[in-house]
Nanobody
Framework: QVQLKESGGGLVQTGGSLKLSCAASGSGSIFSLNTMGWYRQAPGKQRELVAVIVTGGDTTYADSVKGRVAISREYGKNMVHLQLNSLKLEDTAVYYC?????????????WGQGTHVTVSS
């Protein structure tokens, strides 16, 4: 089973930047990561897509973050990053890392526990 651990959240003022990171580990098991992504959930709202990156490197962004956010992967380290720039109050949310992966027994999906991003004025 693959576990995801996010880091990098925190408190930042409007217009500031944060870099979120997510590391995948497999507790000794062999796995292959496929699509990885970041989602967020603001208080009282549903979880929504922020950005995803597929194995080949193609990316997709939510319209609300296009031009302000960049997703990237470190394939050798099984990590995915999310660079958040020009942050707005409405970017305040818990940010979750998500990954699709394959093992010898099938295809699976997993989520991290989330990291808080708070944007203040």
């Amino acid at each position: 089973q693959v576990q995801l651990k996010e880091s990098g959240g925190g408190l930042v003022q409007t217009g500031g930047s944060l870099k979120l990171s997510c590391a995948a580990s497999g507790s000794g098991s062999i796995f292959s990561l496929n699509t990885m992504g970041w989602y967020r959930q603001a208080p009282g709202k549903q979880r929504e897509l922020v950005a995803v990156i597929v194995t080949g490197g193609d990316t997709t962004y939510a319209d609300s973050v296009k031009g302000r956010v960049a997703i990237s992967r470190e394939y050798g380290k099984n990590m995915v990053h999310l660079q958040l720039n020009s942050l707005k109050l409405e970017d305040t949310a818990v940010y979750y890392c998500q990954a699709d992966y394959a093992t010898g027994t099938g295809d699976f999906a997993t989520w991290g526990q989330g990291t808080h991003v708070t944007v203040s004025s």
